[in-house]
């Protein structure tokens, strides 16, 4: 029930990963205050990817986020629907 609701809601990695990816220091906001706002999306990517302990998979899940980024905006998407888990994975997909 819980990952139905945090799918339907767009609360999966990917949008914890984009959020941590483009959050900004606000212009009043200390940096203390800006570290701890940017270490909670960051914990919610890394906790939904199942890297928050392992540190093998925080390994592949950083690997697997810069190939990604690197393919072409077509080739990308269709290789983020299919949900590789490693970095080879996804390589072969996007072969």
Excluded at 25 to 49: C, I, M, Q, V
Excluded at 59 to 76: A, G, S, W, Y
């Amino acid at each position: 029930m819980k990952a139905a609701l945090l799918s339907a809601y767009s609360r999966v990695p990917e949008f914890y990963r984009k959020r941590f990816r483009t959050m900004n220091k606000g212009s009043l906001e200390t940096y203390s205050n800006f570290a701890f706002r940017l270490s909670l999306p960051f914990n919610s990517w890394l906790d939904g990817e199942g890297a928050g302990k392992d540190v093998e998979k925080l390994k592949e899940v950083m690997k697997l986020e810069q190939f990604v980024n690197c393919l072409p905006t077509e080739i990308h998407r269709w290789v983020i629907e299919k949900k590789p888990e490693t970095l080879a994975e996804a390589a072969k997909l996007a072969d």
